[in-house]
């Protein structure tokens, strides 16, 4: 099991120890095809915790079921800010989570434009309180980039989980 997952279980189960309530996460996912669901789950227990997970590949799953704006998608295109947020915070709805994370991204090696270059991933984290997102231009090939991805997200879930401790009052001991 690796190290960050374990990271966010303890997080969730220390969270709950101390307030009552168990934080529920789901995963919508692009580009990364189910990476960040299957990492969580390799936790033993994650069931407790883990709703579940969307991949919405093509726009018309965005759109349909994730609540993306077509006009989002015209404007700004799949792989924007904009859509990644809307796509966690369509996510969180649809799967009725605490915290969804999503992703969109041009894996490689083909899908670029000049302004848009493979390894461009937004990931993007949507809870009731609050939806942020954050921009990365991954430097490997295909695999490596949907890898660094879900990595990133993790990472950003974590720093999530680690903030909603913090004012609860719950230890962030490593």
């Known amino acids: 099991m690796a190290e960050l997952e374990a990271e966010i279980a ?5 969270y709950q120890a101390k307030t009552g309530k168990l934080l529920t996460i789901g ?9 960040m669901a299957d990492r969580i789950t390799n936790v033993p227990g994650s069931s407790d915790y883990f709703k579940g997970s969307v991949v919405a590949y093509s726009n018309e799953v965005k759109i349909a079921l994730l609540g993306v704006k077509q ?27 605490d915290v969804c ?14 302004e848009k270059p493979v390894g461009l991933f937004y990931l993007s984290l949507a809870t009731m309180d609050e ?17 660094n ?25 490593p």
């Not at 995963?27 to 990476?35: D, F, K």
């Not at 994370?101 to 090696?109: C, E, H, K, L």
């Not at 939806?131 to 890898?147: A, L, V, Y």
């Open 27 to 35: 995963s919508v996912e692009s580009a990364t095809g189910g990476r």
């Open 131 to 147: 939806s942020f997102c954050q921009k990365h231009i991954f430097q490997g090939n295909r695999e490596g980039n949907k890898r």
């Open 101 to 114: 994370m999503s992703d969109t991204g041009i894996a490689g090696p083909s899908g670029a434009t000049p």
């Open 10 to 14: 303890r997080l969730i189960r220390e």
């Open 149 to 173: 991805a879900a990595e990133g997200a993790l990472s950003m879930l974590k720093q999530c989980l680690l903030l909603r401790a913090k004012a609860k009052g719950v230890s962030a001991r």
């Open 71 to 97: 006009s989002t998608i015209e404007n700004y295109g799949a792989v924007s800010e904009q859509t990644a947020l809307e796509m966690a915070q369509g996510g969180r709805e649809f799967l009725d989570v």
